[in-house]
């Protein structure tokens, strides 16, 4: 997965990189399926993207509605940051002092992406009778 950055850096570019990467087939209902186009502008949070609610049945949703940040109260310039961060192996501490991020909620948010990345892995067998694989040790400090 690409991170263009240098775009990604205000809300508007990166709302818009998030509900591509985590509403593939575009922002809908959770509960009904409709659609944003048969929705209404509910209210504006201070995240930066808008809350809608759904004509059909009168809920409302977002567009972390559905994904792992659902309830939180990340930018969408900080989900994007947080993301590129976990996928680049950074540690959770480094990430929360360039968020300006507990350490926790940075290390919630890390196990939730995890969990969901090994649920959506394939389950079915490799074709091959051997499979070779190779390790990859990430330095975790130094040792005395």
């Known amino acids: 997965m690409q991170f263009p950055i240098t775009s990604l850096l205000s809300s508007p570019e990166s709302a818009s990189w998030l509900e591509a990467q985590m509403h593939a087939g575009g922002l809908h209902c959770p509960h009904c399926g409709s659609t944003k186009e048969q929705a209404r502008i509910f209210r504006h949070s201070k ?38 961060g976990i996928c680049k192996g950074e540690s959770s501490l480094a990430l929360a002092r360039e968020l300006q991020l507990s350490r926790t909620t940075v290390h919630l948010y890390r196990q939730k992406i995890q969990q969901n990345a090994h649920d ?11 499979t070779e694989t190779d390790e990859m040790f990430t330095n975790a400090g130094e040792k005395r």
């Open 47 to 84: 995240r930066g993207f808008p809350d809608y609610r759904c004509l059909s049945c009168q809920r409302v949703y977002n567009l972390y509605s559905g994904t792992v940040f659902a309830g939180g109260n990340l930018s969408p310039a900080k989900a994007v940051l947080l993301l590129r």
């Open 120 to 130: 959506l892995l394939d389950k079915t067998a490799l074709v091959d009778e051997r």
